[in-house]
């Protein structure tokens, strides 16, 4: 097997459009970060004096955000996936909209091993 093929074996259409999303989540909201670092704008200021549409998006994706950290625990730790504090963690440095579809995308990746492994081997 070639050291690519050993790479990519295990990346299913399903992973790579979580991939997908987990780099389009990065993108988007580093874009915003980067103007209200450029601009200087108080981005905590800004966030939490707009009124209450800005605190119900924010609740909103504050629970989404905290269900999906409990999510990669259990099904991390169910898959035996390893490192699983480095997806909650970084979610703080960049943003849960990248770590969560990565997570998902390396969960599949996780699941198709798995699969691959249980199967009868044909010899």
């Not at 707009?50 to 909103?60: E, F, R």
Request: glycine share 8%.
């Amino acid at each position: 097997m070639t050291r690519l093929s050993t790479l990519t074996r295990h990346w299913t259409p399903r992973a790579i459009v979580f991939l997908v999303l987990a780099v389009i989540g990065l993108v988007g909201t580093w874009t915003y970060n980067v103007i209200a670092i450029i601009e200087r704008n108080d981005f905590l200021g800004d966030w939490f004096n707009n009124g209450p549409a800005v605190g119900s998006l924010t609740t909103d994706l504050l629970i989404m955000a905290v269900a999906g950290c409990a999510f990669i625990v259990i099904e991390g730790r169910r898959l035996g996936m390893k490192h699983l504090w480095a997806y909650i963690a970084f979610s703080g440095l960049t943003a849960i909209a990248f770590t969560f579809p990565l997570f998902l995308a390396n969960r599949e990746r996780a699941l198709k091993r798995q699969a691959e492994n249980m199967a009868p081997s044909v010899e």
